[in-house]
């Protein structure tokens, strides 16, 4: 798949496949993810792939609108770890950018993902905290749901020539 394709094909998905994903597929988007830009290269970012069904299926409990989680067979959690921060307040667009790399490598290899916000809803990342066991100087950014598309999603056009100017408003 190219990257254009990539780009304009992508889409969040919420229902999968009973099939279970490789860790080797997702290792892999996990190392593209590494490959986003940041701030000053700071890549402050910690990746926890979770594959327990237990976990998969507590997610729910404190992510509301992570409900697809229960029967996902896995999933990545980006976080931020404070100890790399060299460009202070920065992470979130840093960490925006692994989760898009993350989610068109997933696509790319013929799977669907969904990205889940945590990131800066306290009851979710105090939820994740506690279920990963984080370290105070490590922060839940993006919860990225992970599985073989149920069904083809719809790929309608988002391009709105209206909302783009030159130079000025």
């Known amino acids: 798949m190219d990257t254009m394709e990539a780009l304009y094909t992508r889409r969040s998905v919420r229902k999968y496949q009973d099939k279970a994903v490789p860790a080797e ?52 959690l980006i976080c931020h770890n404070k100890d790399y921060d060299v460009a202070e307040g920065f992470f979130p667009q840093d960490l925006g950018a692994a989760t898009q790399n993350l989610l068109l490598a ?24 506690k279920m990963c066991n984080l370290p105070e100087n490590v922060i839940p950014y993006s919860f990225t749901i992970i599985g073989y598309p149920e069904k083809e999603p719809e790929q309608p056009d988002r391009f709105k020539k209206e909302r783009v100017r030159y130079n000025k408003w």
């Open 25 to 76: 597929l997702v290792e892999e988007a996990v190392k593209a993810a590494m490959f986003a830009p940041s701030a000053r290269n700071q890549q402050s970012w910690e990746f926890i792939i979770i594959d327990k069904p237990e976990l998969m299926n507590e997610i729910p409990t404190f992510s509301p609108h992570a409900a697809m989680a229960k029967g996902a067979s896995i999933g990545v």
């Open 106 to 129: 997933l696509h790319a290899e013929g799977l669907g993902a969904v990205w889940t916000g945590v990131y800066p809803r306290e009851d979710r990342m105090a939820g994740f905290v």
